[in-house]
């Protein structure tokens, strides 16, 4: 069984996947009368060829504990996919690049922990686990492009699963 | 002074301006292999003729207190525009419909009280007030697509401020 640690989630380290979202002081400008500032993510929206229509949904996630096991992944082909946390104080992201034989390449697999009021956007085709609250359910905001046919969402169940460890664990 | 009395953010209320962002159980249904539920919005994402870019960004909005004076109304030529409350407890918003000579209908402004993890999407053309946080600063998740011209945000500033109650000075 394939072993990862979680680790935590930056703009940098996750570049290779998509985009964080959060609020950033410091690429941040004064809006609404100097009442608000606005701080612009980098999101690379992907609308792909523009086969679908864009889709806001929150979804309510159970919440889970590390150590876990993922049986599941899925990419996108038409749309990148952004999820915020609404609610969910912790939340689990594992991700892997597209690899051969249009599955995922799980020796590339990355885990990451976001918090409450942060998100990511997946770029199209990056395989990832279904979105995954840690500790209580929690609520998660998610747009994306969808088409309603089949090719929205393309699910791999990897044979051997993986094993996803906690900060805790991965230092034991 | 005008005075407008806030309401309770409901879709019904709220339907002539847009719609309500919210986790809604009624229209849930399993996904994540029956680990999360998925709650699809209504909202009407509109693009207008398509001359801008998806963009999302993350405000975060001093905390105002009610009663307060809006001096401020914008619209949105070319987009809609959704807000979602990341960590604002409350949030107000004001509406007003598109009137004559370019300028908001100021006699069907309403008021509504939002709380967190709930947003909304204003129409296209629909006049509104920047987003306010109420009582503490708080941060929301904005979506629209913009053009980076001057289109994207219209601004008006009413010669007779509106003055908004809250629930409990509407009730006094």
């Known amino acids: 069984m394939q072993i990862l640690k979680v680790k935590r989630l930056t703009p940098l380290a996750f570049a290779p996947f998509g ?21 612009d993510t980098d999101a690379r929206l992907d609308p792909g060829s523009g086969e679908g229509s864009p889709v806001l949904a929150v979804y309510r996630a159970r919440g889970e504990e590390l150590p876990c096991r ?28 597209h690899g051969t034989s249009s599955l995922p390449d799980l020796s590339r697999c990355e885990a990451f922990v976001g918090h409450r009021g942060e998100g990511v956007n997946y770029a199209r085709n990056i395989w990832h686990a279904p979105i995954t609250a840690l500790g209580a359910d929690g609520d998660f905001l998610m747009f994306m492009w969808e088409s309603g046919c089949s090719e929205d969402c393309i699910l791999h ?16």
């Open 70 to 97: 993922l049986a599941t992944f899925e990419r996108h082909p038409l749309s990148s996919q952004a999820f915020v946390a609404l609610s969910a104080e912790r939340f689990l992201i594992v991700v892997a690049p």
């Open 19 to 39: 985009e964080v979202l959060a609020f950033d002081p410091e690429r941040s400008r004064l809006v609404n009368d100097g009442r608000a500032l606005r701080s």
């Open 157 to 172: 169940h990897p044979s051997d699963p993986l094993l996803v460890l906690g900060l805790e664990q991965a230092q034991a």
